[in-house]
């Protein structure tokens, strides 16, 4: 059985989200007191989002995924509250966005992509079905690689649509999704077989915290300095974000309701309707060519919102789907 992590792990799992906002904060000085060092981190975001979701991976034995893929009503509704709902969330703020096109598409990118990755983590707080959300994570991911390009097609015209390339999707797919995974599931049959493999695994499994940490810093750091100029531009984009999030708290739990889901897999189709794929889809904005410079600063402000609105949820989503009190 895994061991459960002792010290500075434990301490930083149990206060986590102190821990993303501290990282966030860190990476805001770097960004502002050392612009130089922003390429190199830049570069530095996808190995440590594959690095991650490896060990987000490792918390689910494969055959539990397995099952859980067959849970069909728990994925349809994730599937509808992703691609049917979301959309036409957006579709309402659209008209009210601003006119600069760059600006626009980092809009869309970022609330158009459900999250993959620290979404698990804030189900798991709220009390949400973080494994069923984690099964799901591959078929959100291929999911939104197909219907991404059409949404923006509908709602940018096919100019804008062409120069969104598909080739970074499809290596984030490689990369963040299927290498991780088939490397989490060897992982789990070494610790099945041999006592160094069971400390590999808990090892990693401990590095959880300090990776979405080291994400948050290198993302922060390397996307601030390319706010000269444009803080404007960005900060209009704010109270669009904070209302998607009201807004999908309620429609989220409305929908939960709608498919007769259980508490916990009720909250993870809440968080998985509310959280966006801002750190996977920050790749893509960055092979945009270069008036659309903007973009990856615009999807990383919805970082900083969201993380924010995160503890916001972890304590309110609770109260929204509340536990069935014992007979």
Not at 140 to 150: F, G, I, K, R, T
Not at 155 to 172: E, H, K, M, T
Not at 175 to 181: G, N
Not at 287 to 295: G, I, N, S
Request: charged share 10%.
């Amino acid at each position: 059985m895994t061991q459960k992590p002792v010290g500075v792990v434990a301490r930083m799992e149990h206060h986590q989200v102190a821990v993303y906002l501290t990282a966030m904060t860190a990476g805001a000085v770097l960004g502002l007191t050392a612009p130089g060092l922003g390429p190199g981190l830049e570069h530095a975001i996808s190995p440590l989002l594959g690095a991650l979701l490896y060990v987000t991976f490792l918390q689910v034995p494969a055959a539990e995924l397995a099952r859980s893929l067959r849970d069909g009503r728990f994925l349809v509704a994730a599937l509808v509250v992703n691609f049917a709902v979301v959309p036409l969330v957006v579709a309402a703020m659209f008209p009210f966005l601003p006119d600069d096109q760059a600006v626009r598409l980092g809009v869309l990118l970022v609330l158009l992509c459900p999250c993959i990755d620290w979404v698990i983590v804030f189900t798991g707080l709220a009390g949400g079905s973080s494994r069923r959300l984690l099964a799901a994570t591959p078929l959100l991911l291929l999911a939104q690689m197909l219907v991404l390009p059409v949404l923006l097609f509908a709602f940018l015209g096919s100019d804008l649509a062409d120069i969104v390339d598909a080739g970074p999707f499809l290596q984030a797919f490689l990369t963040l999704i299927v290498v991780p995974l088939a490397l989490a599931w060897v992982t789990q049959g070494w610790a099945a077989r041999r006592p160094a493999g069971q400390h590999v695994s808990e090892t990693a499994s401990a590095a959880m915290v300090p990776l979405m940490a080291a994400v948050l810093i290198a993302v922060v750091a390397s996307q601030i300095p390319k706010l000269d100029g444009r803080l404007g531009d960005v900060t209009v984009v704010v109270p669009f974000y904070l209302a998607f999030l009201a807004v999908m708290a309620f429609t989220g739990k409305a929908l939960a309701r709608l498919f007769r889901l259980d508490v916990p897999s009720g909250r993870a189709v809440l968080f998985t309707g509310a959280t966006r794929n801002s750190l996977v889809v920050l790749p893509l904005a960055l092979a945009l060519p270069d008036e659309f410079a903007v973009v990856p600063v615009v999807v990383v402000t919805q970082t900083l919102v969201e993380v924010l609105g995160m503890v916001a949820y972890v304590r309110l989503v609770p109260r929204l789907l509340p536990a069935p009190h014992p007979t």
